[in-house]
């Protein structure tokens, strides 16, 4: 048996002992309602930050922790506290920046949750609570990684190591890009692992390559100066539920494809992907029926989709015979990759007001646009992840696209062009992040964290 084979057994050793610690005090940061929305407690975000720059420090690895706020472009604000952990390579080693972010996003109706969503429960394989996957585990994937690592390698690591775990990423990252000025040289790296995406399936990891874009806003619809009775008006003037339903059907057709011009799709081959599987993960009933057109898959990595998230009318048990005279809609878009965020919602907009039916007026605000993403393949970090996610799966990775976005990465892309980026992740296709009953599969967990050690462990055989 060589050194490098005894090294990689004892750091899975290592990392496998160090399993039941990481679940604790994953637990413990579920426990904290991180949520980062101004409706909420913004002391418990404080708290969750604090609570992972012990972690950072109790692992004994690195030089400098600090718990740390950026402006806010364009406001007196500061955004949330992030924690910066950094330690300094030595001996011409790489340098490795570990992503993940603590705050969580807002529980929904609690009504839905089977178990408190800030109570992690242990049940079936799975760690329930919000935040248990997204994306507290991937703080903890980190922070399990480079335990290992320090107790395999001792005094003869000497791999640089960042740790920048954000506190904002489900509220929009708006101070993400101030940080990353204000803190560019301790967060230069030549190795990005973005611990917040997901697998291929429980057993077979994932290493993503595309992200989808964004584009999200809220459009006002108005047609009254003020509401009216129904019956005494109804037939002859648009009130704007009826003006606002009209339009909004104008943004796909008849399969449920995106109609809008100037929205694009990006061409790419896609893996087999059986709609009983999408059924089963996405939980669509027998009756309904998938939209869009072409692969599954190439609708949910390579096409844009519009969904409408959030309504303001009136609710149902305040229903009076009365013509609304303005409705509100929150419209979230994804956009392929190869297109630009901002075009996309200019394209958007365009559409809606072409197509705004009886002269209805539209009011467009709380435009946030994010680009996609596409992983360059062709670097060593990428074949060093495959490897490595290979080895603590026992099986061969995937190379997956994802429907969603993760916008910031364009801003780690521009601030460091040379850094290999490497997008992995804790979810599985069960996980139900934002949603009621948010769960982490352990044993995934586990084979994530012994995976990145390994990753860890192979960069820092390598010189600059």
């Known amino acids: 048996m060589t050194s490098e084979t005894a090294r990689r057994d004892a750091l899975r050793e290592s990392v ?8 604790a005090d994953l637990g413990d940061l579920v426990r904290i309602p991180s949520i980062a929305w101004p409706a909420f407690d913004q002391s418990q975000v404080q708290r969750s930050a604090d609570a992972v720059a012990a972690l950072a420090t109790g692992t004994g690895v690195f030089d400098d922790v600090r718990v740390v706020r950026a402006a806010i472009p364009g406001s007196d604000e500061l955004g949330q506290p992030a924690v910066l952990a950094t330690r300094a390579a030595r001996n011409g080693r790489p340098t490795v920046l570990m992503y993940a972010h603590h705050d ?7 009504a839905l949750w089977e178990t408190p969503p800030f109570e992690p429960t242990l049940r079936d394989g799975r760690l329930y609570g919000r935040g248990a996957a997204d ?25 640089g190591l960042a740790l920048f775990v954000e506190g904002e990423e489900e509220y929009g990252s708006r101070s993400f890009a101030q940080f990353l000025s204000d803190n560019r040289e301790a967060l230069a790296a030549d190795v990005i692992i973005v611990a917040d995406s997901g697998n291929w399936d429980l057993a077979t990891p994932g290493l993503t390559v595309s992200l989808r874009g964004n584009a999200r806003f809220t459009l006002t619809v108005r047609t009254l100066d003020h509401a009216s009775h129904s019956g005494m008006f109804g037939g002859a003037v648009p009130d704007a539920t009826m003006a606002a339903v009209k339009l909004l059907a104008t943004l796909w057709d008849d399969t449920g494809a995106v109609a809008v011009h100037g929205l694009f799709e990006r061409h790419s081959d896609t893996p087999e992907y059986a709609e009983a599987t999408l059924r089963d993960e ?15 898959l190439s609708r949910i990595w390579n096409k844009p989709s519009i969904t409408i998230t959030g309504i303001d009318a009136t609710s149902v048990a305040a229903a009076s015979n009365t013509l609304a005279p303005e409705i509100s809609v929150v419209i979230s878009a994804r956009v392929a990759p190869g297109q630009g965020a901002r075009e996309a919602y200019e394209a958007i907009e365009a559409h809606l007001r072409a ?5 209805a007026e539209l009011t467009f605000a709380d435009v946030d646009c994010g680009n996609a993403f596409l992983v360059d393949t062709s670097g060593w970090a990428v074949g060093d ?6 080895e603590g799966y026992g099986v061969e990775p995937v190379d997956i696209g994802v429907g969603g976005s993760i916008p910031f990465i364009a801003d780690l892309v521009e601030t460091f062009p040379g850094a290999q980026i ?14 009621p009953n948010e769960s982490l599969h352990v044993d995934t967990f586990r084979r994530a964290a012994i995976s990145e050690a390994l990753l860890l462990a192979k960069v820092a055989t390598r010189t600059k």
Do not use: N, Y
């Not at 496998?16 to 679940?23: D, F, K, T």
């Open 355 to 359: 197509h705004a039916p009886f002269g």
């Open 385 to 390: 992840a495959r490897e490595a996610l290979a």
């Open 104 to 110: 969580v996003q807002p529980t929904g109706d609690e």
């Open 135 to 159: 994306d507290k585990a991937g703080v903890l994937v980190h922070i399990a990684a480079v335990r290992a690592l320090a107790e395999t390698f001792g005094d003869d690591l000497d791999l």
């Open 282 to 296: 996405a939980g669509l009933p027998a009756g309904v029926q998938p939209v869009g057109t072409g692969t599954i």
């Open 16 to 23: 496998e002992g160090g399993i039941p610690a990481a679940l």
């Open 422 to 435: 490497l997008v992995t992740g804790v979810e599985d296709p069960h996980t139900r992040a934002h949603s």
